[in-house]
């Protein structure tokens, strides 16, 4: 099962389709079996964000430990660089094509979880997620402030 990401906004997003020969980040359209996915946002557009893996496995991430309720980054420093790439294109994405937004909306988690409710809320710049130390935490909803 892949991590997933997406990003809600007041506008439609371009699609950025996913080569296989140059893998990176890239952006599609909801298929049906996301679209109960749209109900954890605000805004009425959401799109998938996928990263150099062909999924959100790419993104820095962190997952629930239930025991503990907490989370545990998942760390593999070979794929630090190419984490970090997928943050800051995901970063100039919405730069480049939410000029006139004040806000987006993310949320991160596990393929095929749809219908599961965001367990935690966050507050974020647009800049927090290129931070080294950002990771996307499983079940996590953020409100991201974008200027």
Known sequence: MCFTVYLGSNIILPEIKWNENNPQFF???LSKEELNIKNHFIYPEV????SDESCGCGFRHALL???ENSW???VDTEEDKNEQKNHNNLVSFIKKNLTDE???ELY???DEDFKQKP???YKISLNDIQDQNFFFKE???YKCKIS
């Open 27 to 29: 952006t599609q359209q």
């Open 47 to 50: 799109i998938y964000l996928g």
């Open 108 to 110: 991160s988690i596990w």
């Open 72 to 74: 545990l980054e998942v």
């Open 139 to 141: 079940r996590a909803f």
């Open 102 to 104: 004040k806000y987006c």
């Open 119 to 121: 367990l935690i809320f």
């Open 65 to 67: 430990n239930y025991d």
